[in-house]
């Protein structure tokens, strides 16, 4: 097997701070892979997963940029390739989202992830949060879920594995090749969720 | 980690902790800058600059109650601005809303806490309150961000509470050379104890450490990182998306722009433009294409730095 490449969308957000997530999962798994940022609709082609990072959703969806790259990227998500959101990552891939106070916020979305997104469903950044969580497929251990205005799901797909939930409310979601958190798995200290994501890579490309 | 915890206040009250979540944590706080990354955070003092900065792809819109090209011509205190106008923007816009309190003035910011804002900026732009201490940051839930113009400022910022750092320009000018200045010189000074921890000199490190005024702790995890141990944009007399690029490209983590897109003469395509010019910092081709979209006869004329009455980066800069 040829090695393998992970993209992180480079942008806006936490950026480095994925990429530094990646490369510890690497470590850990002792993975024949590498980790670079991505922002251009040739990149796509390069990349065998993409981690779609936080940020503002409002300025990554608006970027003209990300727009050019959105075909491209579709059609790698539909033939397989595994891809990671992680808050504003994970409103990238919805097929829509409304904001608890402003309503529908008309963003231009990649659209694969049939959920949809509450934006800010905690509140503002006083009411962000960080509590223990359970989350199905990587272990008993629960993980430190770091909740930064954070969206929540508010309705998902019949082909829609929910993952996680806090509060009552759906956080963490998987649809075959695609993983959503409405928390930031890069900053919890712990590679899990990164390293389950590199397993579905990996076998995405043993498949291929 | 992927994010640097230095510093934090073990006794810190703006942790607020209920049955199984925490909130106001160093990592909450220093978090939410990190998400800010690589974006334009714009200067706007009605509803209606919020909503175009917000369309334009601003990352987040600082509320004022004068933009700070305004402030200077206006002379005076300037004070926070009127809270009904910072809510009637957190109704209007889904993206972040930070405001400005004077340096010091604990009780400005206390009221812009329960106003809900998502960042307070502590700052050099408003008349200090108190010329002897900023804010003692730990105390808030609500993460806060300060001006510096070297490193020493910027590390005593952080072991206040700061969560992220802005090096100081010379605000309302419209002139980035001091902006530029003081990203260079955090960065030489960095380069300096880097060298000095890569050559295990810690007795280097302690004497930076008390030039500094800071703990040889903080000072050692700059080193060892190379870089602030928060997120660091760059601020004053942005004016142009090359003025954005050029920043960004000396190793900022994003810009805040300030007089120069609600004082220029065609707003809305300069927002665009210099959000454009952030993102794609590093692809001249790019830059060219965002500066392409503006105007030179309709930017900011600005000013000269030099023969300025009010220096507003000085502010704050001995406590």
Known sequence: MSKITIGVLGFQGDIEENIAAVKQAIEQSKADATVQMVKYPQDMEKIDGLVLPGGESTVQSSLAAIQQSIPALK?????????????????????????????????????????????????????????????????????????????????????????????????????????????????????????????????????? | MTISLVASDPEARGVKTDNLTVRGTTLLKRGFAHMQKHGVVMDVTTVEQARIAEEAGAVAVMVLDKLPYDVRKAGGVARTASIKVIEDIMDAV????????????????????????????????????DEERHIWKWDFTTPFVNGAKNLG?????????????????????????????????????IRRIRSHYQDNDRQELMKAAREMKVSYAIVEETA????????????????????????????????????????????????????????????????????????????????????????????????
């Open chain 2, 153 to 189: 400022e910027a590390l005593r910022r952080v072991e206040e509470g700061a969560a992220m750092i802005r090096t100081k320009g010379e605000p309302g000018t419209g002139n980035v050379a001091e902006a530029v200045t003081h990203i260079r010189m955090v960065n030489n000074e």
């Open chain 1, 75 to 208: 059609k790698r998500i539909s033939d397989g390739m595994p891809v990671l959101g992680t808050c504003a990552g994970m409103i990238m891939l919805s097929k829509r989202s409304f904001d608890r106070v402003v309503g529908d916020t008309g963003q231009k979305l990649i659209g694969d992830l049939d959920i949809v997104i509450e934006r800010n469903a905690f509140g503002r950044q006083n009411d962000s949060f960080e509590a223990d969580l359970e989350v199905s497929g990587i272990g008993k251990e629960k993980f430190r879920g770091v909740f930064i205005r954070a969206p929540a799901v508010s309705e998902a797909g019949k082909d829609v594995e929910v993952i996680s939930r806090y509060g009552g409310k759906i956080v963490a979601v998987k649809q075959g090749n695609i993983i959503g958190t409405a928390f930031h798995p890069e900053l919890a200290g712990d590679a899990r969720m990164h390293k389950q994501f590199l397993k579905m890579v990996q076998d995405y490309k043993k498949s291929r």
């Open chain 2, 224 to 319: 060892r990182l190379g870089r602030l141990p928060v997120v660091n944009f760059a601020a004053g007399g942005i004016t142009t998306p090359a003025d954005a690029a050029f920043l960004m490209n000396l190793g900022c983590d994003g810009v805040f722009v300030g007089s120069g897109i609600f004082k220029s003469e065609d707003p809305a395509q300069r927002a665009r433009a210099v959000v454009l010019a952030t993102t794609f910092h590093d692809d001249a081709k790019m830059v060219r294409d965002a500066q392409k979209m503006v105007d030179e006869r309709k930017s900011l004329l600005g000013l000269d730095t030099k023969n300025l009455e009010l220096r507003m980066q000085e502010r704050g800069q001995s406590a």
């Open chain 2, 94 to 129: 889904t993206i972040p809303i930070m405001a400005k309190c004077r340096i010091g003035h604990t009780d400005e910011a206390r009221v812009l806490q329960v106003t809900g804002v998502d960042m307070i900026d502590e700052s050099e732009v408003l008349t200090p309150a």
